[in-house]
């Protein structure tokens, strides 16, 4: 049985920075990429990073590019989000997600998914 479980979300000030953690079990963890997605009330799951399978290459969406980052440790099968500069239009609610050999922007590309970790960035 695959599992992802987030952890790591919370609350904090504008400004301040999280780090969100996921820990996969049950799949081969080095065959699969990973991605993190968000989804804030009302609006609709968007991409916010992804990482390859050896973790040497990751991508971004425009709006946290150079705030957050995405590392991976295939010895321990956890993918983590560093979030630094959080605004409040970062609050959301955070999943992890497994793609089979690659990574996309797109949630619809993804095999396993998280239960999420709230994020709320107060102004």
């Known amino acids: 049985q695959v599992q992802l479980v987030e952890s790591g979300g919370g609350l904090v000030q504008a400004g301040g920075s999280l780090r969100l953690s996921c820990a996969a079990s049950g799949l081969p963890f080095s065959l699969y990429g990973m991605g993190w997605f968000r989804q804030a009330p009302g609006k609709e799951r968007e991409f916010v990073a992804a990482?390859?399978?050896?973790?040497?290459?990751?991508v971004y969406a425009d709006s946290v590019k150079g705030r957050f980052s995405i590392s991976r440790d295939n010895a321990k099968n956890t993918v983590d989000l560093q979030m630094n500069s959080l605004r409040p239009e970062d609050t959301a609610v955070y999943y992890c997600?497994?793609?089979?050999?690659?990574?996309?922007?797109?949630?619809?590309?993804?095999?396993?998914w998280g239960q999420g970790a709230q994020v709320t960035v107060s102004s």
């Open positions: 990482i390859i399978r050896s973790g040497g290459n990751a």
């Open positions: 997600a497994a793609k089979r050999f690659g990574v996309s922007d797109n949630f619809g590309g993804y095999d396993y």
